[in-house]
């Protein structure tokens, strides 16, 4: 079976302390040369014996450098220290500061939502009314504003819409006109179809011949209907025609 955990306690004995210590001081004298050799460290051991007796190892004999070097990190950390302590206290300040403020502008603000009012004096309650007239007079003002600008916006608009507009009505314009002579052709051309068959058809009715019983029975004249009496030829007249005296 193991050995369970041996006790640390002080030595009773004189003799035996004195050897304990003896062989104790060689051999953490001999580990802290390891460490200084091996691991390329500065190592600076100390010890002071029950008589007072100084026992000493230092990396190459440079105790003075390493216990400088040990002051000045010393001091780093506990400056490090204190200004962190400092930090958290001034934190800690600004924290209850500001959580004052919120407190306050959270309540201000009730107060102009018309709430929590009870608490209020009357010099309170005047000046939160001048601060709500001066918020609703700066307020309209603002809206004053903004509704002009968008007048304004508005009838800059409408003026572009009548400019693009009347350029429009100038466009359509000019091609009616373009297009006016090839609809009055059109129209001629059209009405000159529709009036054609109709001359045709009073052409042909004029030039047809109705017969006449003109003189004697048992004789027939055919006469043209459209054709003037100065223009008739008399030579297609029958004889007792021409000869009738004047008289009768």
């Not at 002071?48 to 190892?57: H, N």
């Not at 003002?141 to 100038?170: F, G, P």
């Not at 009405?191 to 011949?209: C, G, I, V």
């Not at 008739?232 to 009768?248: A, E, F, I, Y």
Request: with cysteine; charged share 30%; aromatic share 4%.
């Amino acid at each position: 079976m193991g050995r369970g955990p041996v006790q640390l306690r002080r030595i009773e004995n004189k003799i035996n302390r004195q050897v304990t210590f003896s062989k104790r001081r060689n051999g953490l004298l001999k580990k802290a040369h390891e460490i200084s050799v091996l691991c390329d460290a500065d190592v600076a051991l100390i010890i002071f014996s029950t008589k007072g007796k100084l026992v000493e190892y230092s990396t190459d004999g440079r105790m003075e450098q390493i216990l400088e070097k040990f002051h000045r990190y010393s001091l780093a950390e506990k400056a490090v220290s204190e200004t962190e302590t400092v930090s958290q206290d001034s934190l800690s300040n600004n924290c209850v500061i500001i959580k004052s403020k919120i407190e306050a502008l959270q309540k201000k603000q009730r107060h102009l939502m018309g709430e929590e009012l009870d608490s209020l004096t009357m010099k309170e309650l005047q000046y939160l009314e001048q601060q709500l007239e001066a918020s609703l007079k700066q307020i309209r003002t603002r809206k004053n504003k903004v509704y002009n600008d968008c007048m304004a916006e508005l009838r800059q608009k409408e003026k572009l819409l009548e400019e693009e507009n009347s350029s429009l009505k100038k466009l359509l314009a000019k091609g009616r006109e373009k297009e006016m002579p090839t609809q009055q052709m059109l129209c001629r051309q059209q009405t000159q179809a529709q009036t054609k068959p109709l001359l045709a058809a009073t052409f042909m009715t004029t030039d047809s011949l109705t017969t006449l019983n003109i003189g004697p029975p048992g004789v027939e004249v055919k006469t043209s209907e459209a054709l003037p009496s100065s223009q008739t030829d008399c030579s297609s007249l029958p004889p007792w025609m021409l000869n009738h005296p004047s008289g009768g």
